[in-house]
């Protein structure tokens, strides 16, 4: 099976953008990162390219997936057949929600971790 071209716009410690790692890493698919969080010019890309704002977004062999949890990313790979069913253990929620204080911390360019 060929794996998919995917590219995933994703916020540096978030609960849905952790669960999306989660499925990509589950899948042991590459994929190419892109943190609007640290790098500004990937939320505008990831903002044009999907016609929202938020995140995180997930490009799947030129498909946008926007404001997607891991859950649902993994759900779309296998009704499109892009990956075979894996029932190993992802390690962290599939979705989960940033809590308040991340998204502050955020909002001031820190960074805190998930809990």
Request: hydrophobic residues 40%; glycine residues 6%; contains cysteine.
């Amino acid at each position: 099976m060929e794996k998919p071209q995917v590219t995933a716009y994703v916020k540096t410690m978030c609960g849905w953008s952790n669960g999306v790692r989660a499925v990509l890493a589950k899948y042991e698919l590459p994929y190419t990162e892109k943190d609007i969080i640290k790098n500004p010019a990937f939320r505008f890309e990831m903002e044009q390219r999907s016609g929202q704002q938020l995140s995180p977004c997930v490009e799947i062999n030129g498909v946008m997936l926007a404001d997607i949890s891991g859950e649902e990313v993994e759900r779309y790979m296998l009704e499109n057949s892009l990956v075979q069913l894996n029932h190993a253990d992802a390690g962290v929620p599939l979705n989960a929600p940033c809590s308040d204080a991340q998204h502050a911390a955020m909002a001031r360019g820190e960074v805190v971790p998930v809990r």
